[in-house]
């Protein structure tokens, strides 16, 4: 839970950032084409003293790779101390971005728990990209 709010503090942080040094401000509240963090927890289903290698997620992971091949998934991957992991998507809006979540095979099976968030990239070390980057006068 502490890294559930670790996240929202981060991502609040650079939406903050990035609201302040950016000309078109949008609305917090408009995700429409947005990226979305879907954190995932342990759900009841979890097999208790196993790894995440040894949790029934086949389907979980066959579910990941045809949304990125979709190009949906941006990114994914477990967190290396076993409590859940991380999924980075891309939705039209928060109600696809749920849906997409709840489909999750893991989820359904109620091995994972999905808390969905909506994300702006701030600080993009592919692109260099920061909203405290200065630009030229």
Known sequence: MNR????CVFASLAV????????????AADTSGANFIIVLE????WLPGKSVSEQPLREHGRYLLRLMESGKLVLAGPFLDEQGGIILLKA?????????????PGVQNRILQPAVHPFRI???SA???SPFKRTAP
Request: charge should be negative.
């Open 4 to 7: 559930l709010l670790l996240l």
């Open 16 to 27: 903050l950032a990035q609201d302040a040094h950016s000309p078109a401000q949008t609305s």
């Open 42 to 45: 342990r759900g009841p289903n």
């Open 92 to 104: 039209a809006d928060s109600a696809e971005a749920q849906k997409i979540a709840n489909e999750d």
């Open 122 to 124: 701030a600080f993009d």
């Open 127 to 129: 692109t260099g990209a």
